[in-house]
């Protein structure tokens, strides 16, 4: 098959030049005249390599070269200059460019380049250049498991670092599948209890009636069934760390009991009286909104400002698309070692689907996603057909389509319902997404039945 070459330059003779000859080489070529037009045909084109010139009208080729090699890393770009500014080739190179090329150009070597970027090319090399990427996160970090670039990301892990060895309670909140789990555990390793005990209470999964004597312990008889003295996971997490997860979900009698923890390290056992010390970090996490919690009178504004020393907010996936490539990279090594195979990487159209898709599971679903392609896969790449189908369908769920010629009334009420499903029917958020009151949003739902 034919490789195809996107040429992207504003002067037309070279366009001609350079395309001729490398059509006389063999490729396929196809042309832009600015980077605006080149970046619409790398999104709608099977594009194997580029080369763009730099200062173009529109859309610069360094405004290309950084939107390709951050939303398709696999595709090489070749960047040509004109004399004497060898320092924007330098920050190309800097910006994930191939190589450069002077401009007049040099046929012979521009041919020799495209070769070699072919050759040695797109997966293999990034898929290695994400591996060692990847190791080189690890060890800066020192958090084994996390992965992630993107500044967001970044930020959590600073804050991270800085509050592990303290003893400051730690608050984390995100969406489902966000990491708030993993987020913990590198809390308490990179804290100086990290050889202490670890204890996980996963507070929703408990029975609200054993939630209390699990977490605090009991005395003989304290209830029907308590046959003998039992100490709970805080005496448990003793020197150590304890990890709440789903606090959102506790009653009012075990947020008093955990108060007084947090205030006086003290509490009695259920059925008891003899007071306990003890000595516990507390990292806790939601996925609830505690502020609105605590207005509905569910949850205790005390305990909050307790808990919530230290915040760690999770942003979305959808927030940090460039941690995409890194992570599927990441799940990719895993899951090929886990079923005994080698896949190599992911060709460009599946990436380009896991980059846009919208990832309401967060990295969860990334991560399962990734997980099923390699059990499903073939070949040694991973192709569109492997991935589910609620990512292939390309109903992409950030955007919608509205076809010219159709109604206000029809356009308002495509883009309250795309909004209403992305929220998975939360009002509230759709509203505030929408910049309307939920009155509003009410009156809009009846008139367009789309509850
Ligand atoms: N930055 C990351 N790098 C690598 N793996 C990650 C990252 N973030 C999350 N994961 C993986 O994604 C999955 C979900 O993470 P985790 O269980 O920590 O999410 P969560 O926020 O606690 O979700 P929930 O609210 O549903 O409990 C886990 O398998 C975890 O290992
Ligand atoms: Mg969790």
Not at 51 to 62: F, N, Q, V, W, Y
């Amino acid at each position: 098959m034919k490789c195809t070459v996107l040429i992207v330059d504003d002067e037309k003779n070279i366009r001609g030049g350079l395309a001729k000859s490398l059509e006389l080489d063999g490729y396929r070529v196809v042309t832009a005249a600015d980077g605006e037009e080149g970046w619409k045909t790398v999104n709608r084109d099977d594009i194997d390599l580029v080369i763009a010139d730099l200062k173009m009208p529109r859309m610069s080729g360094e405004e290309l070269l950084k939107r390709i090699s951050s939303a398709y890393p696999t595709i090489p770009v070749i960047i040509l200059t004109g004399h004497g500014t060898i320092e924007s080739a330098v920050g190309a190179m800097r910006d994930g460019a191939f190589d450069f090329v002077t401009k007049p150009v040099n046929l012979e070597r521009l041919s020799l380049l495209v070769k070699r970027a072919l050759s040695n090319r797109e997966l293999h090399m990034q898929h290695k250049a994400l591996k060692e990427e990847i190791e080189q996160l690890k060890a800066k970090h020192r958090f084994e498991k996390i992965v992630g670039k993107s500044p967001k990301m970044k930020r959590v892990m600073d804050v991270v670092e800085q509050v592990a060895d303290t003893k400051a309670s730690v608050l984390i909140t995100g969406e489902s599948g966000v990491g708030k789990e993993l987020i913990a555990d590198a809390v308490h390793h990179l804290s100086s209890r990290a050889d202490r005990p670890y204890i996980k209470v996963h507070c929703a999964a408990l029975a609200e009636s054993l939630l209390e004597s699990e977490l605090f312990g009991h005395e003989k008889g304290a209830f029907t069934g308590a046959a003998g003295r039992k100490r709970g996971r805080f005496e448990l997490a003793d020197k150590g760390t304890i990890f709440l997860d789903e606090i959102g979900e506790i009653n009012a009698q075990v947020q008093i009991k955990i108060l007084r923890v947090l205030q006086e390290r003290t509490f009695e056992r259920v059925g008891g009286e003899e007071t306990v010390s003890v000595d516990v970090r507390i990292i806790s996490a939601t996925n609830k909104d505690l502020k609105k919690e605590i207005e509905q009178g569910r949850f205790r504004e005390d305990l909050f400002y307790r808990l919530n020393v230290v915040n760690v907010d999770i942003p979305p996936l959808r927030e940090r698309k460039e941690d995409i490539p890194l992570l599927s990279a990441a799940f990719l090594k895993e899951f090929n070692g886990e079923n005994g195979k080698s896949i190599q990487g992911i060709s460009q159209k599946a990436g380009a689907l896991l980059y846009n898709y919208a990832w309401p599971g967060n990295i969860r679903e990334l991560r399962n996603c990734i997980e099923s392609a390699v059990v499903l896969s073939r070949t040694d790449v991973i192709e569109v057909e492997d991935l589910p189908m609620t990512i292939r369908s390309g109903s992409d769920d950030e955007n919608v389509m509205i076809p010219l010629g159709v109604t206000m009334a029809e356009a308002q009420k495509q883009v309250i319902e795309a909004t209403l499903n992305f929220y998975k029917g939360n009002k509230t958020r759709t509203a505030e997404a929408l910049e309307i009151g939920r009155k509003t949003l009410h009156r809009k739902i009846q008139e367009y039945s789309l509850d």
